[in-house]
């Protein structure tokens, strides 16, 4: 019995790990908000947002890795340098700049076309198979589509309001409103939804080179360590060429800092560590199926923490979106459980046939030794009868 529950918890690690995950991400969405209603340069804040992840990160990496950390070649870094620009410092202001151009909801339902960008990078780069004519294809390709179905109807439907619980709580109160980002005319939302849709496919191939660092390099808090660091100087080097208002960089004891410690050390410390193991064990297209729970959580706590009321395509919405995520993981699991069926039987297969192979190899052997044997003794033998002869004839 004692087994059976740590298999069931071993097994239900990465889906507990990935939900806590998306909470801590739908949880800064709530902090970016207060910080820009506060009037901090969202720039600024991703840039302290990988500074305090990499000085969180690095003390880690070094004690708890030190032994098993392997060398850092070229590739690695280089795979670190590309997993610092694009899934770090890029994702991130392709994600501001959207929101700023359109709205925070609408920037946060863009990532969930993030499933299906991975799913079809996936495929091109081989690291998923399709497998339509299986039903665990089947239900990977339809939970996806549920998954953003879902997203898309909880933004863009909104019905009547419903009124479950009321904490009279919003945050939003406890901040000085000092004039913060706020979503540009429609002629700008167009640039705002490309750049949303850019973030969205940033974020999948950062998972795809993720998973191939992790496979050369598998040390989840070094990788991070490592991604954070590059973010932080890109970011930094950015940040100042395009705002010089260093009056900007000040921090006290307010949602500013508070914020930047929580996207630092929370986010890109904890949660993206928890998302390189996850890819490492499972692979990307398994941590991007997660996305959509983010909007159930952000939903949520929108209600509880910044007193915004639910409606019926919030709560549709969510509904699709977790029975697209309980069919996309059905899927998997089907598909894990099939290969992990086939492995005993391709070992078994490959078993005989080295055993065939050296048998028939050990026969061959034999034969040639053989064969070489009987030709050294004929050898031997005309060379005694010449030696022989020769003796004859001297006498």
Known sequence: MLMKLRKLLHELK?????????????????????????????????????????AFLI???????????????????????????????????LYVEGLVLTSATFASAMTNLTPAVTFVLAILFGLEKMGLRTLAGKAKVMGTLLGIGGAMLLIFFKGAEIDIWSTHVNLMKLVKPHGGHVAASDSTRVLGS???????????????????MSANFPCPYSS????????????????????????????????????AAYAGIVVQGVTITLITWCVSIKGPLYASIFNPLQLVFSAL???????????????????????????????????????????PLKISEEIEIMSTTNSTNSNCQNCENCNRGKVDKNLSENIHEKEEKNTKEEA
């Open 14 to 54: 990465p889906i507990l790990l990935m939900v806590v995950a998306q909470l801590s991400f739908s949880g800064v969405n709530v902090f970016y908000k207060l910080a820009s209603y506060d009037g901090m340069n969202l720039r600024v804040l991703i840039a302290y947002r990988f500074i305090f992840a990499s």
């Open 59 to 93: 003390p880690l990496a070094l004690i708890f890795e030190r032994k098993i950390r392997p060398k850092l070649t070229k590739t690695i870094l280089f795979q670190a340098f590309l997993c610092g620009f694009i899934g770090g410092s890029l994702t991130q202001t």
């Open 194 to 212: 490309l750049l949303s849709i850019c973030n969205c496919i940033s974020f999948s191939v950062w998972l795809i080179i993720q998973a191939k």
């Open 301 to 343: 706590e929108g209600s509880l923490l910044i007193d915004e009321p639910l409606h019926v395509g919030s709560i549709l919405g969510a509904t699709l979106i977790v029975c697209g995520l309980y069919t996309v993981l059905w899927g998997k699991d089907t598909e894990a459980k099939k290969i992990s069926q086939l492995i």
């Open 224 to 259: 991070a360590a490592l991604m954070a660091s590059v973010a932080a100087i890109l970011q930094v080097v950015f940040t100042l060429c395009i705002d010089r208002d260093l009056s900007q960089w000040k921090l006290g004891w307010n949602i500013r800092l508070f914020t």
